[in-house]
């Protein structure tokens, strides 16, 4: 099955995802590196969130990203409901693919902005790239936010210059 070869993959990134996230210093949320960044809280907060689109590609064959509804907002906390809501999600998301058929995984899904289709790809490979890969992305932004803020970052892919 195409989710049992996801699956270790999706278990090793959030394992690694959720040590990143434990580090964010809440005292530092407003940080940006620079005027056109995102803060460290709003970075953290869409890290946590990305598995939201787990569900939206299982459940559903498109979305819109220009409806009203399409982006609830959300306001960085403290970081323990940060890892909370994260944790929480990760079951969820986890469950979903586990339980997706491979049928159900090469269905076409698409990403609209309105009118226009910004992207129509297999859910499999909406998972592999607009999720996995995705977050692995943001999770990199966000190590180097940590860094600047003289925040020990965890191994990753290794062990890092604060874990040698």
């Known amino acids: ?35 056109k960044s995102t803060t460290l809280g709003d970075l953290s907060l869409h890290v946590a969130n990305l598995l ?20 609830p907002k959300r306001t960085f906390t403290t970081t323990e409901k940060l890892i909370a809501d994260f944790d929480a999600l990760v079951v ?13 995984l090469q269905v076409p899904w ?14 499999v490979g909406v998972l592999r ?10 999770r990199g932004q966000l190590s180097v936010y940590l860094r600047m803020n003289d925040v020990a970052l965890p191994e990753m892919y290794g062990p890092t210059a604060d874990t040698r």
């Open 92 to 104: 969820k998301a986890r469950a979903a693919l586990a339980a997706a058929s491979d049928e159900t």
């Open 129 to 138: 790239s607009f999720v996995l890969n995705h977050g692995i992305h943001h």
């Open 110 to 123: 698409t990403l609209r902005s309105g009118t226009h289709t910004v992207f129509t790809m297999p859910r």
């Open 1 to 35: 099955m195409i989710a049992d070869n996801l699956l270790p993959e999706f278990d090793q990134e959030m394992k690694t995802t959720r040590t990143l996230l434990e580090r964010v210093p809440a005292e530092h949320i407003a940080f940006k590196p620079h005027p």
């Open 52 to 71: 939201t689109w787990t569900l939206l590609t299982i459940e559903r064959e498109e979305f819109d990203v220009a409806a009203p509804d399409a982006f």
